[in-house]
């Protein structure tokens, strides 16, 4: 019997019944209430920000949380979009314009308020907690995001990765925006720009390999 | 007003618009644990994923591996195919990237390596290369010659001149049963001997 032949006999020979993946929206749709549960909590938990009022009245700030928040949900339906063989990569680029408004955010917020930091301000100790607040909202989501996509065998698991971490960063730096009091200064420019971008090669990396291997590259 | 399609043209489209719509039924099938309806999709696939990797590049000796590798990976995630749409995009996309990762990881494999030529070779005759090859043959043709006349026969023609089997029973006048089972003895015969047992 032909290689191929025997091949078609052994895999249905063993063919086993499988549960169908949901439409990539409907997981989406899961995670991202679940990660917007996850903000609320944590901002339940550790309080918002002492200037929170003012803030609301304030167009850059809401640009930059709705910017940060969209680019969450965006970047969530492309990762299931294009995690799944026969959907076009053109859903990669859904977050663009989101993240541009978020990293223009960063940017013009910096250049725009630069400030001194006063000698003996307490920027160590709001940075470490700063740096937990990200980490809260990562770890979680970036596990439950990490084990969905896995589902999906994904053929493509860098873009996928890479996309699903900028998802878990869009969300990280919502929580951080509600809970902490952001100065423009060039440390918290670093503060708020490096675990973004912390969260997407770690992601990109260990995504990668953990889609792979959940895949078939 | 457009004008009507050729008889020939629209049996065509409907007869790969009716195997597409046979294979998304026979995936669905296939998803709840139906042998017979998966064993009949991955046969039915097959031309179709040939073409496609001889479309793509792949050469004639890689091909059929290349469709191996694309059915392995059909099973694999045969789980994310939803039935409400088309089955050919999904196995399309999955026979593309498969073929060109196996394109990939071949050019890559090419790069790395040197084709083995005559002038590497320090002596280039063959047993001059290997004093071991050259012992082992002597020990092989001794045995064949401690082989009884009709078996060293059989093993002479069939295996060390490669002549096929109807050949060698018009050559021998002996009927290729009689040489099938001469080989058979001899090669067993062969193997008590050159393992001293």
């Known amino acids: 019997m032909p290689a191929t032949d025997e091949l078609i006999a052994k895999l249905s020979d063993g063919l086993l019944p499988v549960r169908r993946l949901h439409p990539p929206a409907v997981r989406a749709a899961v995670w991202v209430l679940l990660a917007t549960a996850v903000v609320v909590l944590l901002a339940a938990g550790r309080g918002l920000r002492g200037d929170i009022a003012a803030m609301l009245g304030e167009p850059s700030y809401l640009v930059q949380i709705a910017a940060a928040y969209l680019t969450g949900i965006a970047a969530t339906v492309a990762a299931f979009e294009v995690s799944l063989p026969h959907h076009a990569r053109a859903w990669s680029l859904l977050p663009a314009p989101f ?56 053929l493509r698991p860098t873009r996928t990765a890479l996309l699903g971490s900028l998802g878990v960063a869009g969300f990280a730096d919502t929580a951080h925006l509600l809970i902490h009091q952001v100065e423009a200064s060039s440390l918290v420019l670093a503060i708020n720009i490096v675990p973004v971008l912390v969260i997407l090669a770690v992601g990109a990396l260990l995504g990668r390999r953990g889609l792979a291997t959940a895949g078939i590259t | 007003m457009e004008p009507a399609e ?67 990976t059909v099973h694999t995630v045969r ?51 290997s004093h071991e090859d050259a012992s082992e043959r002597r020990r092989l043709n001794a045995a064949i010659a401690a082989l009884p006349a009709n078996q060293r026969q059989a093993i002479e023609m069939l295996k060390l001149r490669e002549v096929s089997l109807k050949a060698a029973a018009a050559m021998s006048g002996r009927s290729e049963t009689a040489l099938k089972v001469s080989t058979h003895r001899a090669i067993k015969r062969l193997r008590t001997l050159l393992s001293g047992t």
Request: proline content about 7%; some cysteine.
């Open chain 1, 99 to 154: 993240l541009a408004l978020w990293l223009s955010g960063f940017v013009f917020g910096c250049l725009g308020h630069w400030i001194a930091i006063p000698f003996g301000a307490p920027v160590v100790a709001d940075s470490v907690s700063c740096l937990a607040t990200i980490l809260a909202a990562t770890v979680p989501l970036a596990l439950v995001l990490w084990i969905m996509l896995r589902r999906s065998s994904p």
């Open chain 2, 6 to 72: 050729p008889p020939a043209a629209s049996q065509a489209h409907t007869l790969a618009e009716r195997a597409a719509d046979d294979w998304s039924s026979l995936m669905a099938r296939a998803q709840d644990g139906d042998r017979r309806a998966y064993a009949a999709l991955l046969k039915g696939v097959v031309p179709y994923v040939r073409a496609l990797a001889r479309r793509l590049g792949c050469e004639t000796d890689e091909i059929e591996d290349a469709v191996q590798d694309v059915l392995l």
């Open chain 2, 79 to 129: 789980h994310t195919y939803d039935p409400a749409r088309p089955f050919a995009p999904w196995l399309a996309a999955i026979a593309r990237h498969r073929v060109i990762d196996r394109q990939r990881r071949r050019f890559r494999r090419l790069s790395r390596e040197t084709p083995f030529l005559a002038e590497h070779e320090t002596i280039s005759a063959d047993p001059s290369n």
